[in-house]
């Protein structure tokens, strides 16, 4: 019975280093997320609406003043941008987004997969670690996993230069970003964006509502300028969306490792006093009936 009751000790001891551990986490994922959430959120409003500009824009600009970005063409060749993070323990966030990677991988580029030609960019290592095992097939590229130490704009608009020169180049004809929206910590939504070519407003009924721009110096020359700097932008926003996601999911997962923790401490707490107790009556019983056996 000492026995039993050491190990129960011993494994009571081992949670409690763990829940201090979760505890830590918690605390540094939720200064993290202070920050990250402020990013964000001062960068998502601008960001929309210069998307929701540029898709007006293209849809109805006319003549010879569009933009390559713009243009579909048949896929051939495809790249899939996966952003995940660098490190776990955030429960289910880096699944979800591969999880939604894979489903646009099934669904709309299994041909160009079958084909050899799909490229997958990987932001963050646990994407990375996925795909270089299970999508042999593909190319993977890893060369911006580290990219989430400094989320400024002049960084992350290089990776979002070599996609769009890319897809000028004709080396990719689709290119989609699987990332992670941030709405507060406790929800995350894993989506897949199609971020080139950039896509047209919808119409309904037939009517095609033609928006009035004016523009200086020109079309051609404002639009060499323009539809870059917004691309730029929204890659930046898809980043700044998983930076957030990562620390909001950690810090819930944390949150609740603390909270598994106590009641795990508590269950294990009531078996060592039971085990105690029945300890303390037997060695009774034992003295009781010593005694008894003394008088007798």
């Excluded at 199609?194 to 033609?210: A, C, D, I, W, Y």
């Amino acid at each position: 019975m000492g026995a039993n009751l050491k190990e129960v000790r011993d494994r009571i001891s081992s949670v409690k280093s763990t829940q201090q551990i979760t505890k830590a986490m918690k605390m540094v994922s939720a200064a993290k997320l202070r920050r990250a959430t402020d990013a964000i959120v001062q960068m998502r409003p601008y960001a929309n609406k210069l998307n929701d500009m540029l898709k007006n824009i293209l849809s109805n600009i006319e003549g010879g003043a569009n933009t390559t970005f713009g243009q579909e063409r048949v896929v051939e060749s495809a790249a899939v941008v996966v952003v995940t993070s660098n490190r776990g323990l955030a429960g289910a966030f880096n699944t979800n987004v591969i999880k939604s990677a894979v489903a646009t991988i099934d669904q709309r580029f299994s041909k160009q997969r079958a084909a050899g030609k799909l490229t997958i960019v990987c932001i963050g290592k646990k994407g990375y670690e996925y795909f270089k095992k299970r999508y042999t097939d593909c190319t993977i590229v890893n060369d911006y996993v580290e990219i989430f130490s400094d989320l400024s704009f002049d960084n992350i608009a290089q990776v979002s230069q070599v996609l769009m020169d890319s897809f000028e180049e004709r080396e990719f004809d689709a290119v989609t970003v699987s990332y992670s929206r941030f709405k507060n910590a406790g929800m995350q939504f894993a989506e897949t964006h199609q971020f080139l070519p950039v896509e047209k407003l919808e119409t309904s009924g037939g009517n095609k509502h033609r928006a009035d721009y004016i523009f200086e110096p020109s079309e051609k020359e404002l639009l060499e300028k323009l539809v870059p700097s917004i691309l730029q932008t929204t890659f930046q926003k898809f980043l700044l969306d998983t930076h957030a996601s990562e620390h909001g999911a950690r810090m819930t997962a944390m949150d609740k490792a603390t909270e598994n923790a106590e009641e795990l401490i508590k269950d294990m707490k009531i078996v060592y006093n039971k085990a105690r107790q029945e300890a303390i009556t037997k060695e009774l019983s034992e003295i009781v009936g010593g005694a008894a056996a003394l008088e007798g």
